[in-house]
């Protein structure tokens, strides 16, 4: 294995999204540091701050350099970073434009404004899944709304609900988490150009108008000053994506709990076999989402650590955010891949949802039949009736609304239809109605 499953031929098909993972490859994230030196170069040919000849040269020969990840790392294990040792090469390939190449600028500026560029087309990848993800689970919320289902409370049966609102609460989130994204990317979205400390000392005068012009053609926001120690963008982007990650691993932690054989509501079709126990089918995407939004949790906490930057520029807090961010957008992807894998391979099984909940005799229905009771008695007496009739139950094996009404004085036992009270789906609430309601929010 390799020191991440993520950059694993073997198993990034498993946890990872290909598209996202090559978006932070070596040889991506080169491409992205050049094409920073490129659109410096011809922002700072625009204002005058270097011949426009030479920036016209210096892009040209970013354009067309080809440099194997492999010649910077000696260099970038001595000054901590890729750039001098890139910047070298790129003055050669400039020829007499390479004075002018990186005038100005530091390393930090390119790094992070590359990185940048790498999270604007990640989070248009990650978006695009999103909506995917969403509608795959609007449709199931709309046509599930009326299939009645336990509830279940702390590992226990509760109440009847229906799959259509379990559903729907697996929707609600990841409809905030996509309002979110235009906040994230206003936030996050935007160049960094400071120079040595921030300042712009050695950009020229017109270094203001550099730093707009270099947003500008990358496509980029522009920050009221420069950020090298202010790290609070990278970890909204971070809590942005373990909250999505974590959001769709409560959904594989549901199925992995409904697609036991001994609940069987749930089965992933195509699931994962075993080599001895043929009859196994494993949730292996749900797990995956479980898996993929813990380790999410704990990188975030590592992340956070980043806002401690000291002075003006941090190698240390720096550092921790490519430990961490770039897992942070994989695991994002994967496990967008595996919500789509899961639920598009999804079986409900509604007769199984119904067999379990005939097997409880009823106890589903206590609430239900302690606010009918509550009508004709008070309500404490109404709560301690059906919770005696629940120990009968329990123990007698009887229907919970045959010992309750055989609990009730006549009167008020006749006045109570017994088919009513006993139809798990007459004590849904608005079960359906939510569900139909966040299908159409999203």
């Known amino acids: 294995m ?66 194997a990840p492999a010649e910077l790392g000696p260099a970038t294990a001595s000054a901590g970073v890729p750039v001098a040792a890139l910047v070298s090469r790129l003055r050669q390939a400039a020829g007499e434009a390479g004075a002018w190449v990186h005038w100005g600028a530091t390393s930090q500026d390119i790094v992070d404004t590359g990185f940048v560029l790498g999270a604007a087309r990640a989070l248009k990848r990650l978006a695009a899944q999103l909506d995917a993800v969403i509608g795959l689970l609007a449709d199931l919320a709309e046509a599930h709304a009326e299939t009645v289902m336990v509830g279940r409370t702390r590992w226990q049966q509760g109440v009847p609900i229906t799959f259509g609102l379990k559903v729907a609460n697996w929707l609600d989130p990841l409809l905030r988490t996509r309002d979110d994204l235009a906040p994230v990317r206003a936030r996050v979205l935007v160049s960094q150009l400071g120079g040595a400390a921030g300042s712009r000392s050695a950009l020229g005068a017109r270094a203001a108008e550099t730093t707009r012009l270099m947003a500008r053609r990358l496509g980029l926001g522009l920050p009221d000053l420069p950020w090298h120690s202010s790290r609070d963008r990278m970890l909204t982007l971070g809590a942005w994506l373990a909250s999505l990650t974590g959001s769709l691993g409560r959904i594989g932690q549901d199925v992995v709990l409904l697609s036991q054989m001994e609940i069987g509501e749930l089965r992933i079709a195509g699931g994962g076999g075993s080599s001895t126990m043929p009859h196994k089918a494993n949730p292996v995407a749900a797990e995956m989402l479980v898996a993929a939004s813990r380790t999410s949790a704990g990188l975030l906490g590592t992340l956070a650590q980043s806002l401690l930057a000291e002075q003006e520029r941090s190698g240390i807090a720096w550092t921790g955010e490519w430990l961490t961010l770039p897992p942070l957008v994989g695991l994002a992807g994967g496990a967008l891949v595996n919500a789509r894998r899961a639920l598009e391979g999804l079986h409900v099984d509604a007769g199984r949802m119904a067999a379990n909940l005939a097997a409880g005799k009823g106890l589903v229905l206590a609430e239900a039949l302690t606010f009918a009771l509550a009508r004709h008695l008070p309500r404490d007496e109404a709560a301690a009736l059906v919770g005696q009739a629940a120990a009968r139950t329990s123990t007698e094996g009887i229907q919970l609304v045959d010992a309750v009404l055989a609990s009730l004085p006549p009167d008020i036992a006749a006045s109570l239809d017994r088919d009513t009270l006993a139809d798990p789906a007459n004590a849904i609430g608005d079960s359906a109605q939510l569900a139909r309601a966040t299908a159409a929010r999203a």
């Open 2 to 67: 390799s020191l991440s499953p993520l950059d694993s031929d073997l198993y990034r098909g498993l946890l990872g999204d290909p598209a996202i993972d090559t978006l932070f490859g070596d040889a991506a994230v080169i491409a992205r540091l050049l094409e920073v030196e490129a659109a410096l170069a011809l922002a700072q040919a625009e204002t005058g701050t270097i011949p426009r000849e030479a920036g016209a040269a210096i892009a040209e020969a970013c354009g067309r350099m080809a440099v």
